[in-house]
C-alpha cells in the first residue's frame, strides 16, 4: 500500500473542500492489508508535519477501537471485519516504541489503542507486554521512563475493576514492576524538575489504579509498605518550587508539583477509607487494617497536619490537595489512636479551616455578579462535590460533631459568637449559617439544641430575608431548606418563614437567591402539616414563579421541586395544568435545542428529562378531567411528535411514558395518528424501545379495540412489530413482551373475527421454539400464545397446528406443543398465566374431537391442573395480602447519644456483616434458589391485563373447571374415567378442595352483584363442604 496516498488522503480531511473525497478514499482503503501498519508508520514519522501525524493517529485509534476484536456477524452474509493478523501483530511489535517516541498529543491517542490492545490480547496474544515494559523500565535512558509507564498504567487500568480473582495475570506482572517503580521513585525524588515530576505522578497513577478497587495483599509486605509509605509522605510533605507562585492561580492545580501531591493523597486516603480502617472492612483486610492504624495512620496524620497549617497561614495549596487532606482526616475521627493526636487540633481546623471554606468567597462572588446560571449550576452540581474543598470541609465538621463529645458545643459556640457579634463581616455570618445547616440534622436530634432552633432561625435568619446582599437572602433561604423538620412551637414563626421564602421565590430579583428559595418552601410544604394551607391561595403566582425559573436556569433539581408542588396541590393545579403544560413544552423545547456538543448538555438532557416526567405527572393529577386531558393532549402530542421526529433517542422512554398516560382512559384520533409514527421510528430505530413502546401499545388494544379491528393496518403494524422482535436478536425480555402482546390481543379480540390473524400469531410465537431460548420466561410465553388461541377457538387453533412446518422437524406441530405445554405446566407463574393455562386445558379436554396425542397424555391432565390450581391459591392470597398491607412505618426514637469517648472506635458491624455477605454473594455463582414464595408473586408482564383478567368478566377458571369437568362426567363417561382413572388420593383431595372453592367464588360473586344493585351483603356464604363423586372416580356434582 503506498503510504503518499494516506498522507495525502489525511491532508484531505482537513480541508473542508476535501474533506469528504478524502475520508471516502480512507474508508475504502481501510480493510486493505498493510493499511493499519501504514497508518502506525505515518504516525511515528518525524518527517510528516503534526496536523498530518495527528490526523493519522485519530484514525488509527478509531479502527483500532472498531476492529481489533473479533466480532459476531451482523448478518450471515458476510463474517464481520477484523483487522488482519499480520497487521496486528506489526502494531503489537511496534506500538511501545511509538508510544515512548511520541510527541504528547500523538501518545494521547496512542495509550488508548494500546488500552484496546491489552483488553483483548493481554495475556493470551501478547504475554511479551510484560518482558517489553520491563526492558524499558529497567533502560538507564530516562527519556523511556514517561512513555513506557503510561503503557503500564494502561495495563493496570484494563484489571481496575476487576475482583481479585480475576486479576492474577496483573498480579503476576506487578510482581516485577512494583519494585521496579519504587526504585525509580527513590531515584528520582532528589530530582524537582517538571519532568521528573511528571514521571513520580504517573507512577502514583498507576499505584492508584493497582489498589482503587482491591489491595493485592500478596504484592504488600511490611517492608514495602513502609517503603511506599515513606515516600507518599515524602512528596506531600516537600516545597512547591517557589516559582510556581507566578503562575496564575486557576493555572496552579494543573502543574505537576500539585498533581503529584494530589495523586499521593488520593492513595493515602483511599487505602485509610477502605483497607485500614478496622471494623469498617471485609474480614480480608483486618490484619492490613490493623498495621495501618497502627503503624502508619498517625505518622501520615502528622504530615496532612502540616498542610492544613500551610491554609491557615494562608499559603497557597491547591483545591484537591485541600479536600483530599480533609478526608483522610474525617476518617481518622472514628478511630481512637487517630482521633488522640487530631483531637488537640481539631477546633483549630473547624476554626481557621473549616469555617474560611464554608464562607463565601470572592470567586464566588465573581461567579454570582458575571455568570448567575453558571453561579447555581456549580452550586447545584453533585459532582462538584466530589471534589470540592468546601464539601470536604462540611463532611469533617458533621463527623467530628456528631461522632465526638464536646466538639458540638464548642463549634456552636463559636457560630453564636459570629451571629451575635454586631459589626461582623456578613460573609463571615454566611460561614457561621452554612456551618449551622450543615450540623441540622445532629443539632435536631439533641435535645439541648432542637428547642433552640426556632430562635435561632426567628433571631438571625429571617432578619437576612432583608439584606442587601443575594447571597445572604441565598443562605437564609438554605438553612431553612435545611432547617424544614424542626417543631415550630409558634405558628407565627412558620407563617414568617413561609411568607418570607415565598416572597423571595416571587420577588426577588437575583436568580440563585430564587433558586434556594423554590427549594426551601417545597420541603417546608412537604415536613410541616400547616404549611400546605397557609400556601394554597398563592399556589397559582408560585407554580408560575416555578415555570419561570426552570426555564431560566433549566435546572433539574427545580423540575423535582414542581413534580413534588403539582403532587401536593394536585386540586388547586388542576385549573392551571393547561397553562403549566404549555410552559413546560417551551422549556422543553428551548432545552432540547441545546446542541450535543455544547458545554452543559448532559445537564441539559437531565432537565429535559425531569420535565417530560413533570408533564407526566400533570397528566396523572387531572386524569379524571376529560376536557382538560383532551386539552393536554394536543401539547404533549408536539413535543412526542418534536422527539420522534428528531430521533432524539434519549427521550424516547419518556415521550412514550406520556403516550401511554394520554391513552388510559380512551384513545382519541389525534393519538391513533401518533402510531404509524411510533411503527416507523420502530423501524428505524430497532428493537432497542420496543419494551417502552409495549404500554401504549397495550392500550391501543385493550381501551379502544373497536378503532383497532376498524382498520387492518392498525393490527398489521403491531404484529409487524411482535414479528420483528420475535425473527431478530432484540434479546429475550423483549421477545417475551412480544409474545405477550400477541397474547393481548387474541384475547381482546375473542369473538370479534380476528381469524385470519390467528395462524400468523400462533407461527410467529411457536417459530421462536424452534431456535436456543435460554429463559423458561420465554418459553411459557410463547406457548401461552398458542394457549390463547386455543381459547380463542379450539378448532382454529388445532387446524393452524396441523398445516404447520418447521424445518429440521418431523415430529407433528400439535404433539410438540402439547407434550411441551404439559412438560413446562410448573413454570408458568403468576395469577393470568396460570389462568390461561387452566382455561386452554379446559377447553382442550372438552374437545369432541381430540388429536391423538391428547389421548396419549391423558393421565397428566388433572395432575397438572391440581398444580396450577394450587399455584392460584397461592397467588390470589399473596394479591389479597398486598392489598390489605398497610404502610405503618414507625419512626424510631433518636438516639441521642452517638458520640465515641476519646478511646473509642466507630466500629460498623451492619456495614462490616453486609460487607461480609456481599463477598460471599460475589463468590457464589448464582445458582437459582428456590424462594418459597417467588411463584406467588406477579409475574413481569402481568401488568398488561386482558378481558380474562378483568374482575366485571366473570371469567373465573374455578367456576369454568368444575362445569366443564361435570359437563364430561355426565356426557363422556369413557373419557372422564380416561382422565380420572390414575389419579393419586392426594390429586383426588386436591380436586374436592377445588370444588369446594368453585362454590365459594360463585357465591361470593353472587353476593357482590347484590350488593352492586343494592341488595344484601352475605358475610359468609354457605355452600357444602363436600360431595358425592359417585362411584370411585372423582368428579364435580
Given at each position: 500500500m503506498d503510504p503518499n496516498n494516506i498522507i495525502e488522503a489525511l491532508r484531505g480531511t482537513m480541508d473542508p473542500a476535501l474533506r469528504e473525497a478524502a475520508e471516502r478514499q480512507l474508508n475504502e482503503a481501510n480493510k486493505a492489508v498493510t493499511f493499519v501498519s501504514t497508518l502506525l508508520q505515518i504516525t511515528m514519522s518525524d518527517q510528516l508535519d503534526l496536523p498530518v501525524r495527528q490526523a493519522g493517529v485519530i484514525y488509527l485509534k478509531n479502527t483500532i477501537t472498531q476492529f481489533w476484536a473479533e466480532r459476531e456477524a451482523a448478518s450471515s452474509d458476510a463474517p464481520a471485519f477484523t483487522i488482519p493478523d499480520e497487521d496486528q501483530q506489526f502494531i503489537r511489535d511496534n506500538i511501545i516504541e511509538?508510544?515512548?517516541?511520541?510527541?504528547?498529543?500523538?501518545?494521547?491517542?496512542?495509550?488508548?489503542?494500546?488500552?484496546?490492545?491489552?483488553?483483548?490480547?493481554?495475556?493470551?496474544?501478547?504475554?511479551?507486554?510484560?518482558?517489553?515494559?520491563?526492558?524499558?523500565?529497567?533502560?538507564?535512558?530516562?527519556?523511556?521512563?514517561?512513555?513506557?509507564?503510561?503503557?503500564?498504567?494502561?495495563?493496570?487500568?484494563?484489571?481496575?475493576?476487576?475482583?481479585?480473582?480475576?486479576?492474577?495475570?496483573?498480579?503476576?506482572?506487578?510482581?516485577?514492576?512494583?519494585?521496579?517503580?519504587?526504585?525509580?521513585?527513590?531515584?528520582?525524588?532528589?530530582?524537582?524538575?517538571?519532568?521528573?515530576?511528571?514521571?513520580?505522578?504517573?507512577?502514583?497513577?498507576?499505584?492508584?489504579?493497582?489498589?482503587?478497587?482491591?489491595?493485592?495483599?500478596?504484592?504488600?509486605?511490611?517492608?514495602?509498605?513502609?517503603?511506599?509509605?515513606?515516600?507518599?509522605?515524602?512528596?506531600?510533605?516537600?516545597?512547591?518550587?517557589?516559582?510556581?507562585?507566578?503562575?496564575?492561580?486557576?493555572?496552579?492545580?494543573?502543574?505537576?508539583?500539585?498533581?503529584?501531591?494530589?495523586?499521593?493523597?488520593?492513595?493515602?486516603?483511599?487505602?485509610?477509607?477502605?483497607?485500614?480502617?478496622?471494623?469498617?472492612?471485609?474480614?480480608?483486610?483486618?490484619?492490613?487494617?490493623?498495621?495501618?492504624?497502627?503503624?502508619?495512620?498517625?505518622?501520615?496524620?502528622?504530615?496532612?497536619?502540616?498542610?492544613?497549617?500551610?491554609?491557615?497561614?494562608?499559603?497557597?495549596?491547591?483545591?484537591?490537595?485541600?479536600?483530599?487532606?480533609?478526608?483522610?482526616?474525617?476518617?481518622?475521627?472514628?478511630?481512637?489512636?487517630?482521633?488522640?493526636?487530631?483531637?488537640?487540633?481539631?477546633?483549630?481546623?473547624?476554626?481557621?479551616?473549616?469555617?474560611?471554606?464554608?464562607?463565601?468567597?470572592?470567586?464566588?462572588?465573581?461567579?454570582?455578579?458575571?455568570?448567575?446560571?453558571?453561579?447555581?449550576?456549580?452550586?447545584?452540581?453533585?459532582?462538584?462535590?466530589?471534589?470540592?474543598?468546601?464539601?470536604?470541609?462540611?463532611?469533617?465538621l458533621y463527623t467530628a460533631c456528631s461522632k465526638r463529645k464536646e466538639v458540638l458545643q464548642k463549634s456552636m459556640g463559636f457560630c453564636y459568637q459570629i451571629l451575635t457579634e454586631p459589626t461582623v463581616d456578613p460573609r463571615k455570618k454566611d460561614g457561621a449559617l452554612h456551618m449551622i445547616g450543615s450540623l441540622a440534622e445532629v443539632l435536631l436530634k439533641k435535645k439541648i439544641y432542637k428547642d433552640q432552633m426556632e430562635f435561632m432561625l426567628q433571631n438571625h435568619v429571617f432578619p437576612l430575608f432583608n439584606s442587601e446582599l443575594g447571597y445572604m437572602r441565598a443562605r437564609a433561604c438554605w438553612v431553612l431548606h435545611y432547617f424544614c423538620e424542626v417543631k415550630f412551637k409558634n405558628d407565627q414563626n412558620l407563617q414568617t418563614a413561609l411568607e418570607l421564602t415565598r416572597r423571595c421565590l416571587i420577588e426577588d430579583k437575583e436568580m440563585p437567591v430564587k433558586v434556594e428559595a423554590a427549594i426551601a418552601l417545597q420541603v417546608l410544604i412537604s415536613n410541616q402539616e400547616k404549611a400546605k394551607e397557609y400556601i394554597k391561595p398563592f399556589i397559582r403566582p408560585v407554580m408560575q414563579a416555578l415555570l419561570h425559573i426552570v426555564r431560566e436556569t433549566e435546572n433539574d433539581d427545580l423540575t423535582n421541586v414542581i413534580q413534588k408542588m403539582i403532587c401536593e396541590y394536585s386540586e388547586e393545579v388542576t385549573p392551571i395544568a393547561v397553562e403549566m403544560t404549555q410552559h413546560l413544552a417551551m422549556t422543553f423545547n428551548q432545552v432540547i435545542h441545546t446542541g450535543p456538543d455544547e458545554e452543559g448538555s448532559d445537564d441539559k438532557a437531565v432537565t429535559a428529562m425531569g420535565i417530560l416526567n413533570t408533564i407526566d405527572t400533570l397528566l396523572s393529577v387531572v386524569e379524571d378531567h376529560k376536557e382538560i386531558t383532551q386539552q393536554l393532549e394536543g401539547i404533549c402530542l408536539q413535543v412526542i411528535g418534536t422527539v420522534l421526529q428528531q430521533h432524539v433517542l434519549e427521550f424516547y422512554e419518556e415521550i412514550l411514558s406520556l403516550a401511554h398516560s394520554l391513552t388510559c382512559q380512551q384513545v382519541s384520533q389525534q393519538m391513533w395518528q401518533l402510531l404509524p409514527l411510533v411503527f416507523e421510528v420502530f423501524q428505524q430505530d430497532g428493537f432497542d424501545y420496543y419494551t417502552d413502546m409495549m404500554p401504549l401499545l397495550h392500550n391501543y388494544i385493550t381501551v379502544d379495540t373497536d378503532t383497532l379491528l376498524s382498520d387492518t393496518k392498525y393490527l398489521e403494524m403491531i404484529y409487524s412489530m411482535c414479528k420483528k422482535v420475535l425473527t431478530g436478536d432484540a434479546g429475550e425480555d423483549a421477545e417475551c413482551h412480544a409474545a405477550k402482546l400477541l397474547e393481548v390481543i387474541i384475547l381482546q379480540c375473542k369473538g370479534r373475527g380476528i381469524d385470519q390473524c390467528i395462524p400468523l400469531f400462533v407461527e410467529a410465537a411457536l417459530e421462536r421454539l424452534t431456535r436456543e431460548v435460554k429463559t423458561s420466561e420465554l418459553r411459557t410465553m410463547c406457548l401461552q400464545v398458542a394457549i390463547a388461541a386455543l381459547y380463542y377457538s379450539p378448532h382454529l387453533l388445532l387446524t393452524t397446528l396441523?398445516?404447520?412446518?418447521?424445518?429440521?422437524?418431523?415430529?407433528?406441530?400439535?404433539?410438540?406443543?402439547?407434550?411441551?405445554?404439559?412438560?413446562?405446566?410448573?413454570?408458568?407463574?403468576?395469577?393470568?398465566?396460570?389462568?390461561?393455562?387452566?382455561?386452554?386445558?379446559?377447553?382442550?379436554?372438552?374437545?369432541?374431537?381430540?388429536?391423538?396425542?391428547?389421548?396419549?397424555?391423558?393421565?397428566?391432565?388433572?395432575?397438572?391442573?391440581?398444580?396450577?390450581?394450587?399455584?392460584?391459591?397461592?397467588?390470589?392470597?399473596?394479591?389479597?395480602?398486598?392489598?390489605?398491607?398497610?404502610?405503618?412505618?414507625?419512626?424510631?426514637?433518636?438516639?441521642?447519644?452517638?458520640?465515641?469517648?476519646?478511646?473509642?472506635?466507630?466500629?460498623?458491624?451492619?456495614?462490616?456483616?453486609?460487607?461480609?455477605?456481599?463477598?460471599?454473594?460475589?463468590?457464589?455463582?448464582?445458582?437459582d434458589e428456590e424462594w418459597e414464595d417467588d411463584d406467588a408473586e406477579e409475574t413481569a408482564l402481568e401488568g398488561y391485563c386482558t378481558i380474562v383478567d378483568n374482575e366485571d368478566s366473570n371469567i373465573d377458571e374455578y367456576q369454568i373447571f368444575k362445569t366443564v369437568l361435570q359437563s364430561i362426567q355426565n356426557c363422556d363417561p369413557t373419557w372422564y374415567q380416561a382422565l380420572t382413572c390414575n389419579l393419586t388420593d392426594e390429586h383426588r383431595k386436591q380436586l374436592q378442595d377445588i370444588g369446594t372453592l368453585a362454590d365459594q367464588r360463585r357465591a361470593a360473586l353472587e353476593s357482590k352483584m347484590i350488593e352492586k344493585h343494592g341488595g344484601y351483603k352475605f358475610n359468609a356464604p354457605v355452600v357444602p363442604t363436600s360431595f358425592n363423586f359417585g362411584g370411585s372416580a372423582p368428579g364435580m356434582n
Open positions: 511509538a508510544i515512548i517516541q511520541s510527541p504528547e498529543l500523538i501518545r494521547v491517542q496512542l495509550t488508548t489503542c494500546i488500552h484496546q490492545i491489552i483488553k483483548h490480547d493481554y495475556p493470551g496474544r501478547w504475554p511479551a507486554v510484560v518482558d517489553k515494559i520491563g526492558f524499558y523500565l529497567q533502560s538507564d535512558n530516562s527519556a523511556y521512563w514517561l512513555g513506557i509507564l503510561l503503557c503500564l498504567h494502561q495495563l493496570v487500568k484494563n484489571y481496575e475493576y476487576k475482583k481479585s480473582d480475576e486479576r492474577s495475570p496483573l498480579v503476576a506482572a506487578m510482581q516485577h514492576f512494583l519494585p521496579m517503580m519504587k526504585d525509580r521513585f527513590v531515584q528520582l525524588l532528589s530530582d524537582s524538575s517538571d519532568q521528573s515530576v511528571l514521571i513520580q505522578k504517573q507512577i502514583f497513577k498507576i499505584f492508584y489504579a493497582l489498589v482503587q478497587y482491591t489491595l493485592p495483599l500478596e504484592l504488600i509486605s511490611q517492608q514495602n509498605l513502609t517503603e511506599w509509605m515513606e515516600i507518599l509522605k515524602t512528596v506531600v510533605d516537600r516545597d512547591v518550587p517557589p516559582e510556581t507562585l507566578q503562575v496564575d492561580e486557576d493555572d496552579r492545580p494543573e502543574l505537576p508539583w500539585w498533581k503529584c501531591k494530589k495523586w499521593a493523597l488520593h492513595i493515602l486516603a483511599r487505602l485509610f477509607e477502605r483497607y485500614g480502617s478496622p471494623g469498617n472492612v471485609s474480614k480480608e483486610y483486618n490484619e492490613f487494617a490493623e498495621v495501618f492504624l497502627k503503624g502508619y495512620a498517625v505518622s501520615i496524620q502528622q504530615v496532612l497536619l502540616k498542610v492544613l497549617y500551610q491554609y491557615k497561614e494562608k499559603q497557597y495549596v491547591a483545591p484537591r490537595v485541600l479536600q483530599q487532606t480533609l478526608n483522610y482526616i474525617n476518617q481518622g475521627v472514628a478511630h481512637a489512636v487517630t482521633w488522640k493526636n487530631l483531637k488537640p487540633h481539631i477546633q483549630g481546623i473547624i476554626q481557621d479551616v473549616v469555617f474560611p471554606l464554608m464562607c463565601y468567597t470572592d470567586a464566588d462572588e465573581e461567579l454570582w455578579q458575571e455568570d448567575p446560571y453558571e453561579y447555581i449550576r456549580m452550586k447545584f452540581d453533585v459532582f462538584e462535590d466530589f471534589i470540592s474543598p468546601t464539601t470536604a470541609a462540611q463532611t469533617l396441523e398445516n404447520l412446518h418447521f424445518p429440521n422437524n418431523t415430529e407433528p406441530i400439535t404433539t410438540q406443543f402439547i407434550n411441551q405445554w404439559l412438560n413446562d405446566v410448573d413454570c408458568f407463574l403468576g395469577l393470568h398465566d396460570r389462568k390461561m393455562c387452566v382455561l386452554g386445558l379446559c377447553a382442550l379436554i372438552e374437545l369432541e374431537q381430540r388429536p391423538q396425542i391428547v389421548n396419549q397424555v391423558v393421565g397428566q391432565i388433572l395432575p397438572a391442573l391440581t398444580l396450577l390450581f394450587g399455584g392460584l391459591k397461592r397467588a390470589y392470597a399473596c394479591r389479597a395480602e398486598h392489598e390489605n398491607d398497610s404502610d405503618d412505618d414507625d419512626d424510631g426514637e433518636d438516639d441521642d447519644e452517638n458520640e465515641l469517648g476519646s478511646d473509642e472506635d466507630d466500629i460498623d458491624e451492619d456495614g462490616q456483616e453486609y460487607l461480609e455477605m456481599l463477598a460471599k454473594q460475589a463468590g457464589e455463582d448464582g445458582d
